[in-house]
């Protein structure tokens, strides 16, 4: 068994505030620990200074990703995995437009939108999987159909852990796969606490995987919002 999570940490702005990035992160260090966090950890929205941060929160971790902008800056969808656990074989970044290898912004997208993924070699059982963390278009539907077409494709018929952002509530899961909480409750709540907000976010698996136990993760106190999104989480075997 192993754990996995997925998480839009919410950019840090200081419009935000109190729930600025400064304001947000005594909460993330109280409701994570480096022990406490899941094996594989798939973020959004996040800026250089917020990884550097969330390294030092993860010491028992590697991380993978790549900005959105062509420099490489901007929002990364970062991949962390426990060390100890797993072991890197390969990862990359791509675009979801019609030219994934470059920086490009695809159909009907109001920004670009990108695909981080890796290839991890369970060292407890040898065997591979790849962990595909993608945050797709606020506003673009058909950016988002068609991305999520350019993944299926991608993802094939390999053993593959799909996680993110998808800025839609899934009418269908894509490709064959398998949400891990079909039964779940809200995930975007806009720092208001809401529950029955719109499910966005999602842990999709293929049928290698079975979920044992999942949800969302809660604030510890009223008030002690790590994000405007509930993180989600996963234990699969």
Request: a negative charge; aromatic letters at 10%.
């Amino acid at each position: 068994m192993f754990s996995v999570t997925t998480w839009n940490i919410r950019y840090d702005v200081a419009s935000d505030a109190p729930y600025h990035w400064a304001g947000r992160l005594p909460y993330i260090e109280k409701q994570f620990s480096d022990e406490a966090a899941s094996d594989i950890l798939a973020l959004q929205e996040v800026l250089p200074r917020q990884w550097e941060d969330l390294q030092v929160l993860f010491p028992e971790h590697s991380s993978v990703g790549r900005g959105r902008d062509a420099d490489g800056g901007g929002e990364h969808c970062v991949l962390f995995y426990r060390r100890e656990r797993f072991e890197l074989l390969q990862e990359d970044t791509f675009w979801l437009s019609p030219t994934p290898g470059c920086h490009s912004r695809g159909w009907d997208a109001c920004l670009p939108r990108i695909c981080t993924w890796a290839r991890l070699r369970d060292r407890s059982t040898k065997q591979e999987l790849r962990v595909w963390n993608v945050h797709l278009d606020h506003l673009g539907q058909q950016a988002r159909v068609q991305g999520l077409k350019l993944l299926v494709g991608r993802i094939g018929a390999s053993r593959s852990i799909l996680l993110g952002d998808f800025n839609t509530t899934l009418q269908k899961m894509p490709g064959g796969l398998r949400d891990c909480h079909p039964s779940l409750g809200g995930t975007y709540h806009e720092f208001d606490g809401a529950l029955n907000g719109p499910r966005i976010d999602y842990i999709l698996a293929s049928e290698h995987f079975r979920s044992l136990d999942g949800g969302r993760i809660l604030p510890q106190q009223p008030g002690d919002y790590i994000s405007d999104h509930y993180p989600v989480w996963a234990d699969l075997v």
